[in-house]
């Protein structure tokens, strides 16, 4: 039976320090593949794998278009790209901001429950305004699970408290306490779809 090999992390301001402090956490064997989306200037260039790849025992990297998606590496959006997911293969692109973002937590997202459905682990950290809010309703309506940084434990709570206003979060954690919910919801067995699953793929289809 499959799992819930799949994660992916959205975060904008204040989302190096959270992501930060998730890093060191996971253990070294933690086998879903990551995706992360953090905000950061499209103009610079970003060292924020080297960064995450220092902080904990799993190696950080922005992929390459066309990739396979590996278990256990995370993958980090590189700036002013969007990263997606698609037929277990990534896909890095430039494409049009979307939520005034590129790259987007929601396109991420939405890539990602549209290939895994019932596999996928969706985690909005700390940010402002409200990106990864649509991304975390479609995780949640194609099977997916959803989880929040608590939002007296993010920075800026704005992105989080945005998520809670519109979808019904499975999890709300602080970051102290994230790694070991996922090290237990990635051993689980995914559940066998469900009717209310295939009423919510056929209406999106």
Known sequence: MAKRDIVVIGSSAGGITA??????????DFGASIFIVQHLSPHSPSFLPDILTHAGPLKAVHPR???SVRPGQIYVAPPD???LVEHDRIIVKKGPKENRFRPSIDALFRSAAYTYGPRVIGIVLTGMLNDGTSGMWS???????TIIQE???ALYPSMPDSVLE????DHRVRMADMAELLKRLTQEDVPEKTPST???????S
């Open 19 to 28: 992501l930060k402090r998730l890093m060191p956490t996971l253990s070294s």
């Open 65 to 67: 278009d066309g990739e």
């Open 166 to 169: 519109f979808v019904d979060v």
């Open 198 to 204: 295939w009423e919510s793929l056929n209406w999106l």
């Open 139 to 145: 995780i949640k309506r194609l099977g997916g699970l």
């Open 151 to 153: 939002p007296d434990d």
């Open 81 to 83: 790209h969007h990263l």
